[in-house]
């Protein structure tokens, strides 16, 4: 079964750039060999985010993320894993787990 894995950051904390490229070359490594990774990507920041709603068929575009929250998406993984253990162990690994947050849903299809 398909998970998406969502990492959540904390934008106002300072990142260490190049310790985390190193932390997420290694674990996606991992992903990769052990067969599980089907897709992934850093976001840029929620600041670069687009809202889009439609009401009463007018188009509205808001700057930034929908959530105003201290923690913003900042990238995904996909995994293909046997069951929710599965994907969970793999998302407690993620380097992203240290520092904020991430989050497993199942896919639909």
Known sequence: MKYLTMIYVDESVPADYTRMSSDYEDYTRQLVEAGVLKDGARLLASST?????????????????????????????????????????????????????????????
């Open 49 to 109: 985010a687009t809202t889009v709603r439609v009401r009463d068929d007018e188009e509205l575009f808001t700057d930034g993320p929908f959530a105003e929250a201290r923690e913003q998406l900042g990238g995904y993984y996909v995994f293909d894993c046997a069951n929710l253990d599965e994907a969970l162990k793999w998302a407690a690994q993620c380097p992203g787990a240290r520092e904020g947050a991430v989050e497993v849903r199942p896919l639909a299809h």
